[in-house]
């Protein structure tokens, strides 16, 4: 059975810039949830998307979007980049017997 | 607001011994907490724990949950240099949802 995949593993991006990083959960998994992870601050809760609707948002500015397609594959946007934006970004698939999937992120570098 | 306590912070240890990580947390609406081992990239599942006082092995680590003193328990016996990483709790605490909060983890370092 596939993991979680997540392309692309690595993206440099300048400040001003726009990224989207994309996921694909084990097949049969609804439910994505994204999470963004920095030394300082560890696992953040970003949203996560059930049957493509956001079903819950954690503490981030609107520059963080996401969405999720009918195949339950999600992508996360990030709009006018800033330095601290820099992180490893995580998605996981889950199901209720299993808990979370994580990919294996996006290591994304802002410069 | 729902939180999850790791302690301690970091650990280093030698091959052989035994550690236990903790995790507490503070809920609304328990569902289940899960622990993690953060290698290099990816958290890798270890645990769920739903009942209190059942313990759940694999190998060498296991858990308890406490859901009346609301913590949790990693023990990991006879240490190997493989076990160093960063553990993470975590618990998704309100229903009908996948939100997790994580702890900030437990830095693990086991030297040969």
């Known amino acids: 059975k596939a993991g979680v995949t997540q392309t692309p593993r690595y993206l440099i991006k300048t400040r001003g810039q726009q990224v989207t990083l994309s996921c694909s959960p084990i097949s049969g998994h609804r439910s994505v949830s994204w999470y963004q992870q920095t030394p300082g601050q560890g696992l953040q809760f970003l949203f996560e998307?059930?049957?493509?609707?956001?079903?819950n948002k954690g503490n981030f500015p609107g520059r963080f979007s996401g969405r999720q397609f009918s195949n339950s594959r999600s992508e996360m946007n990030v709009s006018t980049l800033e330095l601290g934006d820099s992180a490893l970004y995580l998605c996981?698939?889950?199901?209720?017997?299993?808990?979370?999937?994580f990919g294996s992120g996006t290591r994304l570098t802002v410069v | 607001e729902d939180k999850v306590v790791q302690s301690p912070l970091s650990l280093v240890v030698h091959e052989g011994d035994t550690v236990t990580l903790n995790c507490s947390y503070e809920?609304?609406?328990?569902?289940?907490l899960l622990w993690y081992k953060q290698e290099k990239k990816a958290p890798t599942f270890l645990f769920m724990l739903t009942s209190s006082g059942i313990e759940k092995k694999s190998g060498r680590l296991s858990s308890i949950l406490d859901k009346k003193e609301l913590f949790s328990i990693l023990n990991i016996t006879a240490t190997q240099t493989g076990d160093s990483a960063v553990y993470l709790c975590a618990g998704p605490f309100t229903s009908g949802t996948y939100k997790y909060i994580f702890g900030t983890g437990t830095r693990l370092k086991v030297l040969a």
């Open positions: 998307y059930f049957s493509e609707t956001q079903r």
């Open positions: 996981a698939s889950s199901s209720q017997q299993a808990g979370y999937t």
């Open positions: 809920v609304t609406n328990f569902r289940s």
